[in-house]
């Protein structure tokens, strides 16, 4: 069983970002189906974590629901993370879910970068933003990353087209990493953290 957890920053409900998010995985699911894999989709929407993203910026530790959402990307053998673009950037929602993660915590993994704004010209966020982002996490980021503009969701048949096609390569591009990567083994990553008495006394 392949497993592919869908990271998705969408404030409002519904969203572009998640309408993009949620065909991302059903091509993901498809491509890897065709490669004869069983396939499990599961998907965190941030927006239910706000609160306590807020919290571990103070306390450092993600508790509850957000702990469980953490752990279900760590253990993926995929992801899927689309955010909506906001001053030429991913959002902060989105940073601050990933800002929970330790360096080295997604090291070999594949990802799907994808993303929605208002015009094509905030596009160029997936390249000087995401990926060196999912870089320094020593992810594994797919080459497509998928970008959709107001205009390709109301826009002419071909733009139409034109997103359903990236859809559909950057979903092969990670179906094919998924299929060849070993189950993912993702321990807890706050199991061996040193208790604040002992870091109090030094």
Same mark, same amino acid.
């Given at each position: 069983m392949k497993r592919v957890v869908v990271v998705t920053a969408g404030l409002s409900q519904p969203s572009s970002t998640r309408l993009l998010a949620d065909r991302? $995985?059903?091509?993901?699911?498809?491509? #890897?189906g065709a490669r004869g894999a069983d396939v499990a989709v599961e998907v965190v929407e941030l927006r239910e974590h706000a609160q306590?993203?807020?919290?571990?910026l103070l306390t450092g530790f993600p508790t509850g629901e957000l702990r469980q959402a953490v752990?279900?990307?760590l253990s993926a053998d995929g992801l899927?993370?689309?955010?909506?673009?906001?001053? $030429?950037?991913?959002?902060g929602l989105f940073k601050m879910f990933f800002d929970v993660l330790e360096r080295g915590s997604l090291q070999g993994k594949p990802v799907l970068m994808a993303a929605t704004g208002g015009t094509a010209r905030h596009s160029l966020a997936l390249e000087h933003a995401?990926?060196?982002?999912?870089?320094?996490l @020593?992810?594994?980021?797919?080459?497509?990353?998928?970008f959709a503009?107001?205009?390709?969701?109301g826009?002419? !048949? !071909?733009? @139409? @087209?034109?997103?359903?096609?990236?859809?559909?390569?950057?979903?092969?591009?990670?179906? !094919? #990493?998924?299929? $060849?990567?070993?189950? $993912? @083994?993702?321990?807890?990553?706050?199991?061996?953290g040193v208790a604040f008495e002992d870091l109090l006394a030094g």
């Open positions: 991302l $995985a059903s091509s993901t699911a498809r491509a #890897l306590a993203l807020a919290s571990n752990e279900k990307a899927v993370v689309v955010t909506p673009i906001f001053n $030429a950037s991913y959002s995401m990926r060196p982002m999912f870089t320094y @020593q992810a594994v980021t797919v080459p497509t990353a998928v503009a107001t205009d390709d969701w826009g002419s !048949g !071909g733009t @139409q @087209q034109a997103l359903s096609s990236r859809i559909d390569r950057a979903a092969e591009e990670l179906a !094919g #990493l998924v299929a $060849a990567s070993e189950p $993912a @083994q993702a321990g807890d990553p706050f199991e061996d």
